[in-house]
């Protein structure tokens, strides 16, 4: 529930009071969430339907990377697939039909070393929140040449999981030489003629096993010391080749394909969390099972904290997970009062709720 106050009355809350100014008025939420991918409606929509009105703050990023998505055909329930966009308002629209609340704005900053926590937004907007659950995402590093942006969703991917179905009999060109690459290009090779791994040094990056996977097989070719200057189109405006330079000499080429997957890195959306929560090496939100972050009451769902799955089904799930555990938080700020902020909540025996293991309780 959200909790208004005016005119200089003391604000209390499960976690302590909050002195508003006379004349101000202050809302105080129970769960603020940011971010509007998968994860994000998602649990604006359990959130909603635990009667907590979230808020949810979209970011610039409307929709997140499903927004740029020209198919997704491995969502269940939608057996004929819809476009990324149309599952975005889908989303949005089950998550506002119980009461979540969307606020179009970037957050700029939180504070979440005190409680209640605050979210500062690019409109100038501050908000006052016992929860907070973290969907940021993450996105893919783009090539930025010519061609990229006009033909994703037209033969350019960043998902080979989600997209490598489509060429069945084709050839197709992988950027990159990291795992993700490799992983991909190995992939693809169910589908796909001949992959051509186009990559910019003479050696890779990507672990020896993968590598030795890669180099035995049959389809999967290395063009190396070669970088991808523009990707270019048919009549039919779609991808029918790239063309390339030699890093070594400057030579030009053209390599014709059907499709090009980019993986030369996926960066965390992680600004707002530097120096505020645990990050692992890769920039990402270090987040337990079940979805709690190194504060008690933050939570994180979808890419942000997720390197491995990366898919609108996984994000979704873990939404889902997250707001579920807002909610437990919550009940047990009321009933417990606020935990030590210093606490690391990932350590607790119950999730989401501070209380002393079973055995401990017994022996009181
Ligand atoms: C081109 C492409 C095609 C894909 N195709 C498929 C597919 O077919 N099937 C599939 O399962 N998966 C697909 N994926 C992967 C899938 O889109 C992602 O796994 C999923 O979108 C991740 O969801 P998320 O909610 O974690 O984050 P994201 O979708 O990354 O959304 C992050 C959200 O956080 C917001 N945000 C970031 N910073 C802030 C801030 N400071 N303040 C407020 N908001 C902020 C952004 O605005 C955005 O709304 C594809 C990905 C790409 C790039």
Aim: charged share 25%; aromatic share 8%; with cysteine.
């Amino acid at each position: 529930m959200v909790e208004t106050n005016q005119n200089g009355a003391e604000m209390q809350n499960g976690a302590g009071a909050k002195t508003v100014k006379a004349g101000e008025e202050e809302t105080l939420h129970d769960v603020i969430v940011i971010g509007s991918g998968p994860a994000g409606w998602t649990a604006g929509l359990y959130a909603a339907r635990a009667n907590l009105e979230p808020l949810l703050i979209t970011g610039d990023d409307y929709g997140g990377q499903v927004s740029i998505t020209y198919e997704v055909e491995n969502y269940p329930g939608f057996p004929e697939g819809l476009s990324g966009p149309d599952l975005v308002e889908k989303f949005k629209a089950q998550a506002e039909r119980f009461g979540c609340v969307v606020e179009y704005d970037h957050v700029t900053e939180i504070v979440v070393d005190e409680h209640p926590f605050t979210v500062r937004t690019a409109q100038s907007k501050e908000y006052r929140t016992k929860s907070l659950i973290l969907c940021t995402g993450a996105r893919p590093r783009f090539l930025e040449v010519p061609g990229e942006q006009e033909y994703t969703g037209k033969g350019v991917s960043y998902c080979a999981t989600c997209d490598g179905f489509f060429f069945r009999g084709k050839e197709l060109v992988v950027v990159g030489g990291g795992d993700s690459a490799l992983e991909e290009g190995l992939f693809l090779t169910k589908f796909a003629t001949n992959v051509k791994v186009i990559h910019r040094r003479d050696e890779l990056r990507a672990s020896k096993i993968l590598q030795s996977r890669a180099f035995d097989h049959d389809k999967i070719e290395f063009v190396w010391n070669t970088v991808v200057t523009s990707i270019n189109g048919n009549e039919n405006g779609v991808v029918s080749g790239v063309t390339t330079q030699d890093t070594q000499n400057g030579a030009e080429g053209e390599i014709a394909t059907d499709g090009v997957f980019v993986y030369i890195g996926h960066i965390p959306n992680n600004d707002l969390y530097h120096g505020k929560l645990d990050l692992d090496g890769d920039g990402h939100l270090i987040a337990d099972p079940f979805t709690r972050t190194n504060i008690p009451g933050v939570f994180a769902a979808g890419e942000i904290a997720d390197k491995v799955f990366k898919q609108v089904a996984t994000s979704v799930g873990q939404g889902c997970a997250a707001a579920m555990q807002a909610e437990k938080f919550l009940a047990s700020l009321e009933a417990e009062g606020l935990p030590d902020l210093n606490e690391d909540p990932r350590a607790w025996p119950t999730p989401g709720v501070p209380s002393k293991p079973a055995e401990l309780v017994a022996a009181d």
